[in-house]
């Protein structure tokens, strides 16, 4: 689609042809001698163009207008592409402590340890973020920023998938992964700032107490969603004893998590298997939408270097032209 971003200035057009019929009027109010070959001493003292005089018209009317288009701003608009706008600043906590390891998840039909089957569950949910900025914390005897937060979320993906059990030390530090997450989202827009922690133990390593850094983070608007994983039964093969039941999950502190959840305005939820686990995220996606606007944008190619070259040609045809005149003159 061809367009003008400044058709307005079109209107400026006729402005040397109203500007002449004033110099004519004000010619006409004056006594002057009419010479019949006025327009020949004109070339001869080098004040007119060397070409035709109606030529010489034509030509400054051409230049003018090339002028004026060009200063209209010509452009090319391409089709409409969609662009979703920013959704949320959204960080993923991911416990990475020893007690990851336990076996009592199944995916793909297959008994798996907690961590693989939280990457492949994750991984998906983050795929349906489109708009949202997206960082990746991770946590065991201490807390650091794995992915800071970004757009690219095929990156995050990358990392997450790159953790390992016991990177970051055998421990489980909650509330430093709180803390860590506050200082990344405190800076960003008001209503946007949103945590979800996944962990399957209780917090008993780093500086911060988690009520405390639940605290903070309300303060500093952040809604904190706490997710604890783990099965509430596992079939141990015990060489001495044989088969017996135990509870994996007996060191999950779902106090606290229910309490950080509450003070931030989030909310708890329990992952006892996969597919609990896969509609949460669903469940995620609904309290925490996307992006609720698009914006189009429609790429544009600027054409007015092609009237001002034009009129610049014009203008070096006249110029050459009254060059050339002056040479022939001396001779």
């Known amino acids: 689609m061809f367009e003008f971003a400044w058709p307005w200035l079109l209107g400026t057009l006729p402005l040397p042809w109203l500007l002449s019929l004033r110099r004519l009027e004000d010619e006409r109010g004056e006594e002057a001698l009419r010479v019949p070959f006025f327009t020949n001493l004109k070339v001869i003292a080098g004040t007119a163009s060397a070409l035709a005089p109606r030529h010489g018209q034509v030509l400054a ?3 003018w207008l090339a002028l004026v ?11 409409g592409v969609e662009l979703s706008t920013s959704g949320r600043d959204l960080l993923v906590a991911v416990d990475i402590s020893g007690s990851m390891r336990v076996p009592d998840m199944e995916l793909g039909g297959k008994q798996t340890d907690r961590l693989t089957m939280i990457k492949a569950v994750l991984t ?21 920023l794995q992915t800071p937060l970004s757009f690219d979320r095929k990156t995050v993906q990358y990392f997450l998938n790159d953790a390992e059990i016991g990177l970051a030390g055998d421990g489980t530090a909650i ?20 945590l979800i922690l996944l962990t399957d133990g209780a917090n008993n390593a780093g500086e911060l107490d988690p009520a405390q850094a639940a605290r903070l ?3 500093a608007g952040v809604r904190v969603y706490t997710i604890g994983v783990g099965a509430d039964e596992l079939i141990m093969n015990d060489p001495i004893f044989g088969q017996r039941v135990v509870n994996p999950s007996e060191g999950l502190d779902e106090a606290i998590l229910g309490q950080i959840a509450q003070t ?3 909310r708890y939820f329990r992952a006892r298997d996969t597919e609990r686990l896969e509609a949460i995220y669903a469940l995620l996606d609904e ?13 544009a190619l600027a054409l007015y270097p092609w009237p001002l070259g034009l009129a610049l040609a014009l203008w070096l045809l006249n110029l050459s032209g009254f060059a050339g005149r002056r040479a022939r003159r001396r001779t």
């Open 264 to 266: 931030t305005g989030g």
């Open 217 to 219: 983070a309300a303060e």
């Open 61 to 63: 009317w051409l230049i």
């Open 175 to 194: 509330g430093d992964a709180i803390g860590l997450a506050i200082k990344r989202l405190k800076d960003r827009p008001a209503q946007n700032r949103v």
């Open 124 to 144: 998906r949910f983050l795929a349906r973020r489109e708009g949202d900025r997206i960082g990746l914390v991770l946590f065991g005897l201490r807390a650091y």
């Open 287 to 299: 309290l925490e939408p996307v992006a609720g606007e698009r914006e189009t944008f429609r790429p």
């Open 69 to 79: 288009l060009a200063a209209a701003r010509p452009q090319w608009l391409d089709e």
